[in-house]
C-alpha cells in the first residue's frame, strides 16, 4: 500500500505510479527508459514487483522514485489478487506493465493469469491500462477481456512502447484508417450527463455521432487555440481522467467526412 509518508518525497505522485509486474534485475533498463519519459505526463514513481522474497527497497532515477517490492504467492493463486490490493494498490497505478515469469514453461500462460488477477484485484473499480510482454506474437488475442491495452513483443522499440504507457493499439488502427481515407478525427462537445464523469465513461457510453455513424472515444483536448480548435490533446489519457478537466472529447468517426452540431473537423496533436 502507498505509504503517505513517502508520497510528498521527491515530488513523487501518490499512488504507486507505473507499475512493472515479474520485474527482474535484467529489466534496469526499462526502468531508466520509462524514468525519463514519464515525467512530461506528471508521474514521479515506478513500483517494480518481482516473485519471490525481497525486501522493500527505494531508489532515484532521472528524480522518479523507483520502488521494488516482492510478492512471495503465484499469480493463479487466489491470494495474489488481494497482494495486488494491499502490497501494490493496484487500482491506483497509472499504468501496469506485465513482463514474461522467469523461468517459467509457458510465460504468456503466465501472464494471462497474472491479467486476471489484475482484473480482480480492480472488482468493480476502473483499473489502470495495462500492458503486456509476450513471447509468441499469435497469442495477443488471447489476452482479449481482461482489460489488456496493448501487447508488445520482443522486436518492438520496447522503449518507445513503454514510455508511451497510455497508448493502445487504437492508434495504430485509427492512423492506418486514416492514411487511407476511412475514417476521420473530429472533436466533440462532452454531453452534459457525462460532464462529471470520467474518459472511461465516455468511453464505454459513445458508440454513434449524431449522424448514427460508428464512432470511437480516442482522447481529449485540454485547451482551444485562438481560432477555436482543440489544442492540448491526449490521446487515450487513462480511464481516470475527468471529463471536467476537459474541453472536448476527441473522436474517430467512420465513413464520409461532413459537419454535424457539435463536432468540429481536425486537430492539432500535441499543441
Given amino acids: 500500500m502507498s505509504d503517505p509518508d513517502q508520497d510528498d518525497q521527491a515530488g513523487s505522485t501518490r499512488g504507486p505510479g507505473v507499475v512493472v509486474l515479474h520485474w527482474s534485475p535484467a529489466s534496469a533498463g526499462l526502468i ?18 518481482r516473485d519471490g522474497n525481497a525486501p522493500l527497497t527505494t531508489h532515484h532515477v532521472q528524480g522518479v522514485e523507483v520502488r521494488t517490492l516482492a510478492i512471495d504467492v503465484k499469480p493463479g493463486s487466489d491470494a495474489y489478487p488481494g497482494r495486488l490490493v494491499s502490497d501494490v494498490d493496484i487500482v491506483a497505478a497509472r499504468s501496469v506493465i506485465v513482463l514474461p515469469r522467469a523461468g517459467v514453461d509457458e510465460p504468456d500462460s503466465a501472464s494471462r493469469l497474472t491479467c486476471a488477477a489484475i482484473r480482480r484485484a480492480c472488482g468493480d473499480e476502473v483499473g489502470p491500462n495495462v500492458l503486456v510482454e509476450i513471447e509468441d506474437p499469435e497469442a495477443a488475442f488471447e ?48 454531453p452534459e450527463d457525462l460532464r462529471a464523469g470520467s474518459f472511461a465513461d465516455a468511453a464505454l457510453t459513445l458508440e454513434c455521432d449524431s449522424a448514427g455513424r460508428a464512432m470511437t472515444v480516442i482522447g481529449v483536448a485540454k485547451g482551444r487555440g485562438e481560432g477555436g480548435q482543440p489544442i492540448d490533446v491526449v490521446v487515450n489519457p487513462g480511464p481516470r481522467t475527468r471529463l ?24 492539432q496533436v500535441g499543441a
Avoid: K, W
Avoid at 491495452?149 to 512502447?161: D, E, I, T
Avoid at 471536467?244 to 473537423?265: I, K, N, R, T, W
Fill in 143 to 190: 489476452f482479449v477481456g481482461l482489460g489488456v491495452s496493448n501487447v508488445f513483443y520482443p522486436g518492438h522499440l520496447r522503449a518507445a512502447l513503454l514510455g508511451q504507457a497510455c497508448v493502445d493499439l487504437g492508434v495504430f488502427q485509427f492512423i492506418v484508417g486514416l492514411l487511407s481515407g476511412r475514417h476521420h478525427v473530429r472533436s466533440l462537445a462532452i
Fill in 32 to 49: 531508466d527508459e520509462l524514468a525519463r519519459t514519464i515525467t512530461s505526463v506528471g508521474v514521479n514513481r515506478i513500483t517494480c514487483v
Fill in 244 to 267: 471536467s478537466e476537459c474541453v472536448c472529447l476527441m473522436v474517430l468517426v467512420s465513413g464520409d467526412e461532413q459537419d454535424q452540431a457539435g463536432e468540429q473537423p481536425g486537430m
